[in-house]
C-alpha cells in the first residue's frame, strides 16, 4: 500500500481544561477522500485545527502529526501552508466586506504563480462575480470562494470542514461535485455530516467518539451499518443528516466489535487514561 499523506499519531488536545482529544491515531490516504466522522462536539475540528497548528493559544498539544515525513506539530501555520497544507475552515472565514477578487488576491502567494484559470474552471461564478462583496454572496457561493482560494495555490493535502452545512440540498450537491473533482489531483481529508455526500465521496473514514477513533476503515462498508452508523453517529438512517444536539454518551463499543477483524481500528490507548 502506498504511504499516508497524513499520519496523526496519539493526538491529544486539551482545551480550558478539557481533554478533548485523548490519544487520536488514523492515517490519510495519499488519494481520494478521508472522511471524518462523528457526532456534534466530539472534537472533528479541534482534530484539523491541530493538524493545521491554530489550538487555540490556551490549548495544549501533544502527539505526532506527519505530512509524508515532515514533522507538523511544532511548525507555524503559515509555513505549513506554503508547505502545501489547504485549510478550509468551518466558518469559511471571507472577508465579507472584500470583493470576491480582493479574497483570491489576498490568498495569492509571493513566488508562486496563482491558478486563476484552476479555480475559475471549478467555479465559473466566481469569475462572473469577481466585483461583489463576499459578504453579499449566498452561502453556497461564500463556500465556493473558501475552497476556491485554498486551491489557488498547489496543496499536498486539503483539510476541509464541514463544507455542505447549512447549504440548501442543490448547493450540497454542487459543493459535493467540486470536492470530487478536486479529489482527483489532490486528497482530501473531510469533515461532513452529510451522509449522502459521504457516500458520494469517501473512501475511507474514521469516526470519532468520546475523545478516540472509535472506528476506522472502508467509508462504503461503515454506511452499509446502520445500526453500527446509528450508534456512532446519531443518525437513524444513512442517508440523513445527522441532526444537531449535545454528543450522547452512547456506548459504541458493540456495535464497534460486530466490524472488529475487518480494516476496523479501535482506538490507541489513550494517553494518560483520564
Ligand atoms: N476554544 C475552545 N475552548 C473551549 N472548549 C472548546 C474550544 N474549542 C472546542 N472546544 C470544545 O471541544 C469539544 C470539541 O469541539 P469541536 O468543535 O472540535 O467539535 P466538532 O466535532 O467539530 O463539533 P461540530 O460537529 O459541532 O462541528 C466541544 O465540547 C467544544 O465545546
Ligand atoms: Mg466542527
Redesign the pocket.
Known amino acids: 500500500m502506498s504511504e499516508p499523506v497524513l499520519t496523526v499519531e496519539n493526538l491529544s488536545v486539551r ?2 481544561g ?1 481533554h ?1 482529544l485523548q490519544g487520536v491515531s488514523f492515517t490519510v490516504a495519499p488519494t481520494g477522500v478521508t472522511v471524518l466522522l ?10 484539523l485545527r491541530a493538524v493545521v497548528g491554530l489550538t ?1 493559544r490556551n ?1 495544549e498539544v501533544r502527539g505526532t502529526v506527519r505530512m509524508g515525513a515532515q514533522s507538523l506539530l511544532s511548525q507555524r501555520t503559515h509555513r505549513l501552508v506554503r508547505g502545501g497544507l489547504g485549510y478550509v475552515p ?1 466558518d469559511r472565514c471571507v472577508f465579507a466586506g472584500l470583493t470576491v477578487a480582493e479574497n483570491l488576491r489576498l490568498a495569492e502567494r509571493r513566488g508562486t504563480r496563482p491558478a486563476y484559470d484552476r479555480v475559475f474552471a471549478l467555479f465559473p461564478e466566481l469569475d462572473r462575480r469577481s466585483r461583489q462583496r463576499a459578504g453579499s454572496l449566498s452561502g453556497g457561493q461564500q463556500q465556493m470562494l473558501a475552497i476556491g482560494r485554498v486551491l489557488l495555490n498547489d496543496n499536498r493535502l486539503l483539510l476541509v470542514d ?1 463544507p455542505t452545512k447549512g447549504l440548501a440540498p442543490k448547493v450540497v450537491t454542487e459543493v459535493a461535485e467540486v470536492l470530487e473533482r478536486v479529489a482527483e489531483s489532490v486528497p482530501v481529508l473531510l ?1 461532513e ?1 452529510n451522509l449522502a455526500v459521504v457516500r458520494r465521496l469517501a473512501r475511507d473514514a474514521v469516526v ?1 467518539a468520546a475523545g478516540r477513533v472509535a472506528w476506522a476503515g472502508d467509508a462504503q462498508e461503515l454506511l452499509l451499518e446502520t445500526a453500527l452508523t446509528r450508534s456512532l453517529l446519531g443518525v437513524g438512517s444513512a442517508e440523513g443528516h445527522q441532526p444537531a444536539g449535545p454528543a450522547t454518551d452512547q456506548p459504541v463499543g458493540s456495535a464497534t466489535d460486530r466490524v472488529a477483524g475487518r480494516r476496523a481500528a479501535a482506538a490507541s490507548a489513550p494517553e494518560d487514561g483520564s
Do not use: F
Request: glycine content about 20%.
Open positions: 482545551i480550558a478539557l478533548i462523528g457526532r456534534n462536539g466530539v472534537g472533528k475540528t479541534t482534530t487555540p490549548g468551518e464541514e469533515v455530516q470519532l
